[in-house]
């Protein structure tokens, strides 16, 4: 049996239906019974008349307006995102509120956007001997891939579910040390179940 | 000495008698594990790594201080060896930080390595692990000492090859430490060497701390242009900065060791004050000028003085700090142009030191012996500075094209040359200096680790230089101004001396290529 390849936003998503909004799912599958149709090369005589062809592209227009809206009024609607999504980074702090992380490049080595950029210096802490002196990452640069969250040994750098990312100019996009802690506050009581 | 055939690993293998296990294996490239065993120092046999299995004995025994026998079959693999590899690895890991994230070792860490081969993931340990303090141990060295293994290959290097004796084991066992006395920190002129030498992360340099994963590094092998001995080194780079230089192993020049000064001389061509602009003296002083501007002058001058006074009257000056065919260029260029007089600028002179196992010359520029020796053969003879002044007195030079090249404040003693009664003086050098100020013409030229060509030691070893970052700025390579002025001034060099100087074959040479690194 050939499925016709769907309009991609074609039903409201499973994960996140419960919460009433329109969050297209990629791989759910066309509901409703599917009409085998048989592809051919050739248009038929029907298929080449012009005006049933108008009314066509005219009737898929109109037949949307009664179908459930997907388009998200942003920024009036939010977007919800899945639980692991991977967005924004943030430096994690320690209980104490000290930055956790210790300098020791595997995220800037991991990383194949090569976007981080470390500094480091002898640690003000006598529990450990260097830390980031400076920190930065071009959130322009960053593919979101997720393996300095992967390669860090201290969990000191995470992906947030931040996504919303507007600067003007490139530079306002190199996210220094304290924009990166800023994250975290922001984000600390968020539980991210998937991956944190 | 007879030699001695044994087999090891199923291979033949012929050394001469007195040959320890594990050299007699290196030499035909089986690599045994070890620790405090250091080809440039004794073998005190204490970390157990290189165990072997030497047939008819029942015990392991310790490669490192075995000397080979007729006839003796080792096996290096065998199953009790590895069993043995992983018990001395989880000896030594079970009191071990494992702080290899903040380590400035990782990377290149013997123990680091064989953890791959033969640690656990898991550790049995459950006792706690004794910690000891970071100590500074010396100027430039600080000891993490709760990663330090007990090797004692600092220890032996400070009483075998500098002859200081700073450091000691102190204490037993578990409790053992490197000590350092308070009143008696490591200063000596080869301290760097043990950050070298340390198998591990617990000698580390305060200048390289923290600035850089050592994986991110660009080796570039060169020579050292501190002193005549120019020992082989390996200058460590990252973004075209130089972050530490390390030594080669070179039997032929400098064993395995170089000198702290060498090892930080990257600092006296580096940062602030480096000259990267041409700069030509005219009614105001000096002004920056462009390079075709300034090569037309120093083109036009030359030009000039050797056709109203005759080409005798244009002399030059080689320098110990350029290369060989940088030297040879120079000379050929002005020999070509008709000059038959030239100098060489002395080095700076320091009494040389001596130590048990080491020499640092007093010499300090790497390429004296060569700089001399090339330009006598094309100038055929060489004046000393003296006669050079004599010869500018008397108004037989009316020109002077120098090379310099000289690190900050090693001034080329140009104040008794009587400078001031040429017509014209260029240079090419990296720092402007006062007594440069007399020049009409000051050239940014390159420094050694900026450089590439061949330079001859004190003892008549040559070695290839190679560059390890661009000059800064408008600053270009001595070769490069050389041969724009060599053009400028349509002489016959051409791309036959090119040629001729760059091809030369290492055989005329008597090229001694520099073994490869020490780890
Ligand atoms: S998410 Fe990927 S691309 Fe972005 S900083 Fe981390 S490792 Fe680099
Ligand atoms: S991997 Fe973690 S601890 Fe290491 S530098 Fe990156 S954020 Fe810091
Ligand atoms: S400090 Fe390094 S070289 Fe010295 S004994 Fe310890 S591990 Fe060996
Ligand atoms: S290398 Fe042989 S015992 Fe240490």
């Known amino acids: ?159 947030t579910r931040i996504y919303s990312l507007v600067g003007t100019r490139r530079d306002e996009m190199l996210f220094d040390k304290e924009q990166l802690l800023t994250m975290y506050d922001l984000t600390r009581d968020e539980k991210h179940p998937l991956r944190w | 000495m007879s030699d001695v055939r044994l087999t090891i690993d199923d291979r033949e293998v012929v050394v001469p008698e007195g040959t320890t296990i594990l050299e007699a294996a290196r030499s035909v490239g089986i690599e045994i594990p070890h620790f405090c065993y250091h080809p440039g120092l004794s073998a005190p046999s204490n970390c157990r790594m290189c165990l072997v299995e030497v047939q008819g004995q029942d015990k392991l025994v310790p490669s490192c201080a075995t000397a080979v026998a007729d006839g003796m079959v080792v096996r290096t693999g065998t199953p009790r060896v590895h069993e043995s590899h992983r018990s001395v690895m989880e000896f030594y890991l079970s009191n071990h930080p494992l702080d290899c994230p903040v380590c400035d070792q990782a990377g290149e860490c013997v123990l680091q390595d064989y953890s791959y081969g033969w640690g656990s993931a898991t550790s049995r340990f459950e006792e706690t692990k004794v910690t000891q303090p970071v100590k500074d141990v010396g100027p430039d060295i600080v000891l993490y000492a709760d990663r330090c293994i007990m090797c004692t290959r600092c220890v032996r290097f400070l009483r075998e090859v500098s002859g200081t004796g700073e450091l000691s084991v102190i204490h037993r066992g578990v409790r053992s430490e490197i000590h350092v006395a308070g009143d008696r920190p490591v200063t000596n002129p080869l301290a760097g060497n043990i950050v070298d030498i340390c198998p591990v992360g617990a000698l580390c340099s305060k200048d390289f701390l923290f600035k850089c994963r050592v994986w991110w590094l660009t080796s570039t092998a060169s020579a050292c242009p501190r002193c005549a001995r120019a020992c082989s080194i390996r200058v460590d780079s990252s973004e075209g900065r130089i972050l530490r230089i390390k030594p080669r192993e070179n039997a032929a020049v400098n064993g395995m060791w170089i000198c702290d000064e060498g090892r930080f001389a990257f600092r006296q061509w580096h940062g602030a004050g480096r000259l990267d602009v041409p700069l030509v003296n005219g009614d105001r002083g000096f002004t920056h000028c462009d390079w ?47 000059a038959t007089m030239g100098s060489l600028w002395p080095a700076p002179a320091e009494s040389p030191q001596r130590f048990p196992g080491f020499e640092i010359s007093g010499e300090k520029a790497w390429n004296v012996a060569g700089a001399r020796r090339t330009l006598m053969d094309v100038a055929g003879q060489l004046l000393t500075l003296d006669r050079l002044a004599d010869e500018i007195e008397r108004g037989r030079v009316r020109a002077v094209y120098a090379l310099g090249g000289a690190y900050r ?29 007399k020049a009409n013409l000051i050239l940014p030229g390159a420094s050694p680790y900026e450089k590439v060509g061949t330079v001859r030691n004190e003892r008549g070893v040559l070695q290839e230089v190679n560059a390890v970052m661009s000059p800064p700025g408008q600053a270009r390579r001595d070769w490069d101004i050389l041969m724009a002025l060599a053009k400028a001034l349509a002489a016959t060099v051409d791309d036959d001396l090119t040629r001729a100087v760059l091809d030369r074959p290492a055989a005329q040479w008597n090229y001694t290529r520099s073994a490869s690194g020490n780890e």
Not at chain 1, 36 to 44: D, G, N, V, Y
Not at chain 2, 315 to 330: D, H, K, Q, R
Request: glycine share 8%; aromatic share 8%; with cysteine.
């Open chain 2, 292 to 338: 075709d501007e300034a090569i037309a002058l120093a083109a036009r001058s030359l030009r000039q003085v050797a056709m109203r006074y005759g080409g005798e009257s244009v002399a030059f000056i080689g320098s110990p700090w350029a290369t060989i065919e940088e030297n040879m260029l120079l000379a050929r260029l002005f020999v070509s142009l008709g």
């Open chain 1, 1 to 159: 049996m050939t499925h016709l390849p769907g309009p991609i936003f074609n039903a409201p998503g499973r994960a996140t239906a419960d919460r009433g909004l329109p969050t297209p799912a990629y791989d759910t599958p066309r509901p409703g019974p599917q009409k085998e149709k048989r592809l051919s090369a050739r248009p038929t005589f029907f298929q080449r008349l012009i005006v049933p062809g108008l009314l066509r592209t005219w009737w898929s227009g109109v037949r949307h307006i009664w179908q459930k809206k997907l388009t998200v009024q942003w920024p009036e609607q939010v977007r919800e995102v899945s639980d692991n999504y991977r967005g924004v980074h943030r430096l994690n702090k320690d209980d104490r509120g000290r930055m956790k992380c210790v300098a020791c490049f595997l995220c800037q080595t991991a990383c194949p956007a090569n976007c981080i950029r470390i500094e480091a210096g002898p640690s003000p802490w006598p529990d450990r001997p260097k830390y980031a002196v400076r920190f930065t990452i071009d959130e322009l640069r960053c593919v979101f891939c997720g393996m300095c969250e992967e390669a860090c040994p201290e969990d000191a750098i995470e992906l």
């Open chain 2, 409 to 437: 404040g090693a001034l080329v003693p140009c104040d008794d040359l009587g400078l001031e009664l040429l017509e014209f003086f260029a240079i090419q050098t990296c720092f402007v200096t006062d007594k440069g100020l």
